[in-house]
């Protein structure tokens, strides 16, 4: 059982950044994502990150979010740039112990969610 605890949501104007952190009482053994879900949509995979730094990133976020987890405080990161209003969801931490959450960034991989942040952009 791993916990996940996310922290960092806010909201942003459009163009701004915010980062995001979720800290895990258990690392090592699981391949860390953030997903996200807007209103009235599907919860999809943006990021995901294995432990030998192997990172995939959903095409929508390609070139404007970054994923890093921190091995020693067991803390994952997202680090979102260049927000667009259509960034607003509800951010998820997840864990897996799964490799192939990192070839289909799918939610059906996931083992462990945390509670959720959410991350408003605003135009």
């Known amino acids: 059982q791993a916990r996940l605890v996310e922290s960092g949501g806010g909201s942003v104007q459009a163009g701004g950044s915010v980062t995001l952190s979720c800290e895990a009482d258990a690392f090592s053994s699981y391949y860390m994502a953030w997903f996200r879900q807007a209103p009235g949509e599907e919860r999809e995979g943006v990021a995901a990150?294995?432990?030998?730094?192997?990172?995939v990133y959903a095409d929508s976020v390609k070139g404007r979010f970054n994923i890093s987890q921190d091995n020693n405080k067991k803390v994952l990161y997202l680090q979102m740039n260049s927000l667009k209003p259509e960034d607003t969801a509800v951010y998820y931490c997840?864990?897996?112990?799964?490799?192939?959450?990192?070839?289909?960034?799918?939610?059906?991989?996931?083992?462990?969610w945390g509670q959720g942040t959410q991350v408003t952009v605003s135009s």
């Open positions: 997840a864990a897996s112990l799964y490799p192939k959450l990192m070839e289909t960034l799918t939610r059906n991989w996931v083992n462990f």
């Open positions: 990150i294995a432990n030998d730094g192997k990172v």
